[in-house]
C-alpha cells in the first residue's frame, strides 16, 4: 500500500479452532470449506512464493518485478482466466524523481453469464520496495496478499461464474504513485462507463485485532446494504471508516481504488491497519495471519457475491 501517512504454518492454519481467541470457524469459513471456494494451501502458498528473496522485493522495472509478472500471467492461464489484452500484458512507462521506469499490468477476464457488457474490476497490486540498504523488502502482506487472493477469485469463478464480466487487474508501480492503476483507468481497454465497481485489495492477511476495512461505501452509499449484511463473527470484524467520515486517517486515496474513484467509478478497498512490519524488510511471509487471511478473502467474496446479484 501506499501514501498511508499521508491523511509446520499450515497446521495452524487448517485447524478449526485456531488461535487463542478464536474458538469456532465463522459462517462464512465453513460456507467456504463446503463449497471448496478456493484452496486454503494454494492461497498461502501463493503469498509465500511471490514474498520469497527469490523475487527480490518485486521493484517496478527490475528482474524481480519481471519475475513476479511472469508468474502470475502462468497462474491466470492455469486458472482458464483470459487475457483482456495481448498476452496478458499492458505495458507502460513513466518517470519519476528523474529516474525512467517500465511497468506492466497483468489483466484477465473472465465473461459475465447475464451482464457480459458489464464489468466490476478486481484489483491488487504486485509490485513492493525492492531492495534497499542490502535489505530486501519482501511485501507479504503488501501487497502478494492482495494477488493471492485474485487467484482464489479465479477458483471461486470455476464453479461460480459471475453474473457480471470480472477484470482480474495485478496493477504494477502502486508504490511509486498508483501508476499502473492510473494508466488502466486512462487507457481502459473496454469504455470506463462499462466499468461499474471496483474492489481493491491491499493489506488483507494480517490484523491483531481481526480487523478488515471497506472503504467507499461512504461516498458510494447504493455499496452499503452488501457490506452491513454480512454475518459478524468473532473472527473477523468487517468495519467501515478510514473514508472521511471519522477520525481515523482517510484511505481513500491510499492505493490503487483512487484511480478509479477519481473518474467516478465506485469502489470498495478492503484492507488492514498498518503493522509494525509496513514498509519494512520484514514484512514477510511468516508473519501473516492464516486464519485471519482465509476469512478476509471469504468475507470479501461473500461481499462479491451480493453485488454481483444487484444492479451496480
Not at 200 to 226: C, T
Not at 235 to 258: E, Q, V
Request: aromatic share 12%; proline share 4%; with cysteine.
Amino acid at each position: 500500500m501506499n501514501y498511508r501517512y499521508i491523511s509446520s504454518l499450515f497446521l495452524v492454519f487448517f485447524s478449526l479452532t485456531s488461535c487463542k481467541g478464536q474458538t469456532e470457524t465463522p459462517k462464512v469459513a465453513v460456507e467456504v470449506l463446503e463449497q471448496n471456494w478456493f484452496h486454503a494451501d494454494s492461497l498461502l502458498h501463493h503469498v509465500q512464493v511471490l514474498s520469497s528473496d527469490a523475487f527480490e522485493g518485486r521493484r517496478t522495472g527490475t528482474a524481480g518485478a519481471e519475475k513476479a509478472k511472469t508468474y502470475i500471467v502462468n497462474k491466470f492461464q492455469d486458472l482458464q482466466v483470459v487475457p483482456l489484452i495481448e498476452n496478458f500484458e499492458q505495458h507502460f512507462s513513466f518517470t519519476r524523481r528523474s529516474k525512467a521506469y517500465k511497468g506492466t499490468n497483468v489483466i484477465g477476464l473472465i465473461k459475465g453469464t447475464e451482464k457480459p457488457e458489464e464489468y466490476i474490476v478486481l484489483s491488487a497490486h504486485y509490485d513492493h520496495e525492492g531492495i534497499k540498504g542490502g535489505k530486501i523488502y519482501n511485501g507479504a502482506d503488501d501487497d502478494a496478499s492482495g494477488i493471492s487472493a485474485l487467484f482464489a477469485f479465479a477458483e471461486y469463478f470455476q464453479k461460480n461464474p459471475p453474473k457480471h464480466s470480472v477484470i482480474l487487474a495485478a496493477v504494477d508501480a502502486e508504490e511509486l504513485g498508483l501508476v499502473g492503476s492510473k494508466y488502466f483507468v486512462k487507457n481502459s481497454i473496454i469504455p470506463l462507463e462499462s466499468i461499474k465497481l471496483n474492489i481493491n485489495m491491499d493489506m488483507i492477511s494480517r490484523n491483531n485485532k481481526n480487523e478488515l476495512f471497506a472503504v467507499g461505501p461512504y461516498h458510494y452509499k447504493q455499496l452499503e446494504p452488501a457490506i452491513k449484511s454480512i454475518e459478524p463473527s468473532e473472527n473477523i470484524k468487517l468495519r467501515m471508516g478510514h473514508d472521511g467520515s471519522d477520525t481515523l486517517d482517510d484511505w481513500t486515496s491510499a492505493s490503487d481504488h483512487a484511480s478509479f474513484h477519481k473518474v467516478k467509478i465506485p469502489f470498495i478497498y478492503f484492507g488492514v491497519e498498518d503493522h509494525k512490519d509496513y514498509h519494512k524488510p520484514t514484512d514477510d511471509f511468516e508473519n501473516i495471519h492464516p486464519n485471519f487471511y482465509q476469512n478476509a478473502v471469504t468475507t470479501i467474496i461473500t461481499v462479491f457475491e451480493k453485488l454481483d446479484i444487484t444492479e451496480l
